[in-house]
């Protein structure tokens, strides 16, 4: 007996690759700050990589300005 089955997203898509690389990034910047300044910071990124899974273009933008406030965040190391 052939069982169906459902067709789920293109594994090799560039544009989900892409984001699953810059939260993996995210996420190690984040794991290697300062123990002050983790707990905030991983709210945000948990909820963006939450919604990477329901709307990964809204979570490619959450993510960018995530990582610019990271950048230009004076108490970031």
């Known amino acids: 007996m ?28 984040v794991a290697d700050l300062p123990i002050a300044l983790k707990p905030r910071l991983t709210r945000q990124l948990l909820l963006i990589t939450d919604l990477a899974k329901r709307d990964p273009a809204l979570a490619i933008k959450r993510l960018e300005s995530f990582m610019i406030e990271l950048d230009d965040d004076e108490n970031v190391p």
């Open 2 to 29: 052939m069982m169906a089955t459902t067709r789920g997203p293109d594994w090799d898509d560039p544009e989900l690759n892409a984001l699953a690389r810059r939260l993996r990034e995210a996420h190690t910047r």
